[in-house]
C-alpha cells in the first residue's frame, strides 16, 4: 500500500465526464494523496467509474463511500472526516470533482499547514482581488459580496469563506463537534471556518484560481443561498452565546 498523511474527499453527484480524470490528476502529483469519493446515488455511473479505477491499480489509494439518493454536501464531508478520522490521516482535504478546484494546487494548501503551521488553509478566490474564470457575472457576485456579508455580520475576516478547498490539520476536525454542524450547503462551508476561528486555530488563505466547471452540470440551487444567509444570523448568535471548545 501507498502511504500518505494526505485524504482528499471529493462529494460526487453524477459527474461521470469528471471524475476519472479528476482522480488521474490527483495521483499524478508528485506528492502522494489518497482520495475518498463520497458518491450519493449518482444514477449516472458514477461510483462503477471509480470502482474500475479502484480494480486498475488504485484500490492502495482510492476509496470509495456510496450513499443513497442525494443528502446534501455537508453531510457527505462530515462522513468523509469521520472516516479520515478513523484512519490515520493529519491532513484532510474538501475539492470539488470539476476541476473548478485545480489539483495542482494541492501540494500549496498541504504546504501552508505543514510547512507554515498553520491548522486550516483555504484555497481563497477572493484574497487577492476576484480569481474567477467562466462564472457568470451574477453568480461571482452572488459569491463575493456572501462572504463579505458574512464577515459584516460575524466579523469573521476571511476573504472567502464560502470556499470549498480547503486543508485541516487533524486536530481541527477532532476539535470541531461534527455531530453538531447544522448546515448541509453553502452555509455549511461558512459553519466550519467560523467554528474552527472561535475555537482559536490558526488559519490562512491561499490564493488560487477558481474555474467554472467544463463539464457535467452544477448542483446550486437558490435554497442554498438561502440557507447560507439566515444561517449567518445564527452563527453570529452563537458566537456570543455559544461556548466553544478552546485548544
Known amino acids: 500500500m501507498i502511504e500518505s ?3 482528499v474527499i471529493i462529494p460526487t453527484y453524477n459527474e461521470k465526464e469528471n471524475i476519472e480524470k479528476i482522480t488521474r490528476a490527483v495521483f499524478a502529483l508528485p506528492k502522494c494523496f489518497h ?3 463520497i458518491d450519493d446515488g449518482s444514477p449516472d455511473g458514477t461510483a462503477t467509474i471509480v470502482k474500475n479505477l479502484q ?7 482510492l476509496f470509495l463511500l456510496e450513499r443513497s439518493g442525494k443528502l446534501g454536501l455537508g453531510t457527505a464531508y462530515i ?3 469521520k472516516w479520515a478520522l478513523a484512519r490515520h490521516y493529519e491532513f484532510v482535504f ?3 470533482a470539476d476541476f473548478s478546484h485545480n489539483p495542482n494546487d494541492l501540494p500549496r494548501l498541504y504546504a501552508a499547514c505543514k510547512e507554515e503551521g498553520n491548522d486550516l488553509a483555504i484555497g481563497s478566490r477572493y484574497i487577492s482581488g476576484v480569481n474567477v474564470v467562466n462564472w457568470p ?3 461571482v457576485l452572488m459569491s463575493y459580496f456572501a462572504s463579505r456579508y458574512v464577515q459584516f455580520v460575524t466579523g469573521f475576516r476571511v476573504h472567502d469563506t464560502t470556499a470549498g478547498f ?3 490539520r ?3 476536525l477532532e476539535a470541531i463537534p461534527l455531530d453538531a454542524i447544522r448546515f448541509k450547503g453553502y452555509a455549511f462551508q461558512i459553519e466550519m471556518k467560523y467554528t474552527a476561528h472561535k475555537i482559536g486555530f490558526k488559519i490562512k488563505e491561499v490564493p488560487v484560481v477558481f474555474v467554472n466547471r467544463r463539464e457535467g452540470s452544477s448542483k446550486m440551487s437558490g435554497g442554498i443561498f438561502g440557507e447560507a444567509f439566515f444561517g449567518v444570523m445564527r452563527l453570529r448568535l452563537d458566537g456570543w452565546f455559544r461556548k466553544y471548545p478552546k485548544i
Open 35 to 37: 482520495i475518498l469519493v
Open 166 to 168: 480547503v486543508c485541516y
Open 55 to 61: 480494480k486498475s491499480g488504485f484500490s492502495d489509494r
Open 94 to 96: 474538501e475539492m470539488d
Open 5 to 7: 498523511d494526505s485524504i
Open 79 to 81: 462522513a468523509g472526516f
Open 137 to 139: 457575472i451574477g453568480r
Open 170 to 172: 487533524r486536530k481541527v
